[in-house]
């Protein structure tokens, strides 16, 4: 059974940093690509960073671009986001989500979210 | 980047309904569309990918096509537990965007 479970939320100021991981279980992690996909409150969902298997391409949405870094140990299983410079349009619950095996593909399993609320 | 929309952004409907969402993209994405549904206070759930191909474990009553820049998800018969809002996406290329989201309320 496949399993994302996100951890790392909470409360930071802005300006701050935050590291998020996702620990991955019932699939190969190092032959699927990942993402990150966050959901401001009462809001809708934005794709945020994704990466290949091998952690060999990373993309990322603009908003976050130069801030956000996302990387992934495949002897651990777990996928991260290092979030830099937080700003309140970060709040958000953040999900990771498995994609498929090519370097662009849909996502099939999420995980639970963890939230990140960015405020003095 | 590619624009995605959604219409209509909410309905109501009745259980036993056959209801249609309509997604379109601002660019030739080909088949490369996907559906989620998302009930409140949850994770999203993977519904539909390429389009038309239903993910392992989702009912037969859901179901999607277009191809190009316009993509419909049909519910054949609407039941209580499709209370819910639901995302299409593209993956064409990166960045990957979503569409804003249809909200379905059962009458």
């Known amino acids: 059974e496949v399993q994302l479970l996100e951890s790392g939320g909470g409360l930071v100021q802005p300006g701050g940093s935050l590291r998020l991981s996702c620990a991955a279980s019932g699939f190969i992690f190092s032959s699927y690509a990942m993402s990150w996909v966050r959901q401001a409150p009462g809001k809708g969902l934005e794709w945020v960073s994704g990466?290949?298997?091998?952690?060999?391409?990373?993309f990322y949405a603009d908003s976050v671009k130069g801030r956000f870094t996302v990387s992934r140990d495949n002897s651990k299983n777990t996928l991260y986001l290092q979030m830099n410079s937080l700003r309140a349009e970060d709040t958000a619950i953040y999900y990771c989500a498995k994609g498929g095996k090519g370097v662009v593909t849909n996502f099939d399993y999420w995980g639970q979210g963890t939230l990140v609320t960015v405020s003095s | 980047d590619i624009q995605m929309t959604q219409s209509p952004s909410s309905l109501s409907a009745f259980v036993g309904d056959r209801v249609t969402i309509t997604c379109r993209a601002s660019?030739?994405?080909?088949?490369?569309l996907a559906w989620f549904q998302q009930k409140p206070g949850k994770a999203p759930k993977s519904l539909i990918y390429a389009a038309s191909s239903l993910q392992s474990g989702v009912p037969s009553r859901f179901s999607g096509s277009g191809s190009g820049t316009d993509f419909t998800l049909t519910i054949s018969s609407l039941q209580p537990e499709d209370f819910a809002t639901y995302y299409c996406q593209q993956y064409n290329n990166y960045p990957l965007t979503f569409g804003p989201g249809t909200k379905v309320d059962i009458k």
């Open positions: 660019q030739d994405i080909s088949n490369y």
């Open positions: 990466l290949s298997g091998s952690g060999g391409n990373r």
